[in-house]
């Protein structure tokens, strides 16, 4: 099993930073990779950003390039996204999720799901 705990969700401004938190424990096999999801309200849920424990190669979706920078700590148990130039349109329900293998960045491929911190960017 693979317990995760996200936190760092807030209401910001437009062009504001972020950095959320995803805590990951358990089978350190089923979370060879961690990713982040958002889920904007009435919308479905899509990969942000996803980044393997060893290695830590990382790959983002394209509307965050630039902006995302998904990182971890060198045990590979906390995971971050920092986000920067933030817009109303990110706003959503962000959650880290743990996989296997990365790709693809969609949700039917992440098996384990933290309960989500929430992001809110508005003037």
């Known amino acids: 099993q693979v317990q995760l705990v996200e936190s760092g969700g807030d209401s910001v401004r437009p062009g504001g930073s972020l950095t959320l938190s995803c805590a990951a424990s358990?089978?350190?096999?089923?979370?060879?990779?961690i990713g982040w999801f958002r889920q904007p309200p009435g919308k479905g849920r899509e990969g942000v950003a996803a980044?393997?424990?060893?290695?830590?190669?990382?790959y983002y979706a394209d509307s965050v390039k630039g902006r995302f920078t998904i990182s971890q700590d060198n045990a590979g148990n906390t995971v971050y996204l920092q986000m920067e130039n933030l817009s109303p349109d990110d706003t959503a329900m962000y959650y880290c999720?743990?996989?296997?293998?990365?790709?693809?960045?969609?949700?039917?491929?992440?098996?384990?799901w933290g309960q989500g911190t929430q992001v809110t960017v508005s003037s």
């Open positions: 999720a743990a996989a296997v293998w990365c790709n693809p960045l969609q949700p039917d491929n992440y098996g384990y």
């Open positions: 358990g089978d350190p096999y089923k979370r060879h990779c």
């Open positions: 980044i393997y424990r060893r290695g830590g190669n990382s």
